[in-house]
T-cell receptor, first 114, second 114 residues
């Protein structure tokens, strides 16, 4: 069965620092990849997604992610974080193109210090 | 589009009582997922449906939990009898028939069992 791992449990950064959150998945076939963000006390919201084409995907709020097929990775990046980016970030994989069988990683909590 | 609608937002009940959580899918979506989120175990998939049919219920913790989709737009998650360890935030999510559709989450139900 496919699985998703996220490298860091908790990341603490100062404002304006650069961010990279790691995500690796285990599945040898075609995958759809997602990053979701959960702000404190809120539900999960889609940050960005990759299905095909350009492996560098741009999402909302200045986030981007790069799909590296050879490394089974889909790392999330942001060049300069803000205090408002404090949240939990979940990487997810969907190996069924028709919207089923999403597998989520354990999440990475990001704390941005003002 | 109203999004995925869950009710109630908060539920406080005593151990042994029956709890029913409700979810209304986004119109046109055909896959429905129930997740449970706790600090200890993170985000866990309980069950998902495709076209009203339960596809994978391996995440349902025990027989006290049951989920139904009486029609294409509505689902319930029932816990009977409830126990304090069931305290968590329960999220419902749906996705559409469109190729590569992401998950859309509801605002969740925070359940406290005393």
């Amino acid at each position: 069965a496919q699985s998703v791992s996220q490298h860091n449990h908790h990341v603490i950064l100062s404002e304006a620092a650069s961010l990279e959150l790691g995500c690796n998945y285990s599945y040898g076939g075609t995958v759809n990849l997602f990053w979701y963000v959960q702000y404190p006390g809120q539900h999960l919201q889609l940050l960005l997604k990759y299905f095909s084409g350009d492996p560098l995907v741009k999402g909302i709020k200045g986030f981007e992610a790069e799909f590296i097929k050879s490394k089974f990775s889909f790392n999330l990046r942001k060049p300069s974080v803000q205090w408002s980016d404090t949240a939990e970030y979940f990487c997810a994989v969907n190996v069924d193109n028709y919207g089923q069988n999403f597998v989520f990683g354990p999440g990475t909590r990001l704390s941005v210090l003002p | 589009d109203a999004g995925v609608i869950q009710s109630p937002r908060h539920e406080v009940t005593e151990m042994g009582q029956e709890v029913t959580l409700r979810c209304k899918l986004i119109s046109g979506h055909n896959s429905l997922f129930w997740y449970r989120q706790t600090m200890m175990r993170g985000l866990e998939l309980l069950i998902y449906f495709n076209n009203n049919v339960p596809i994978d219920d391996s995440g349902m913790p025990e027989d006290r939990f049951s989920a139904k989709m009486p029609n294409a737009s509505f689902s319930t998650l029932k816990i009977q009898p409830s126990e304090p360890r069931d305290s968590a935030v329960y999220f419902c999510a749906s996705s559409s028939r469109e190729l590569n559709s992401p998950l859309h989450f509801g605002n969740g139900t925070r359940l406290t069992v005393t």
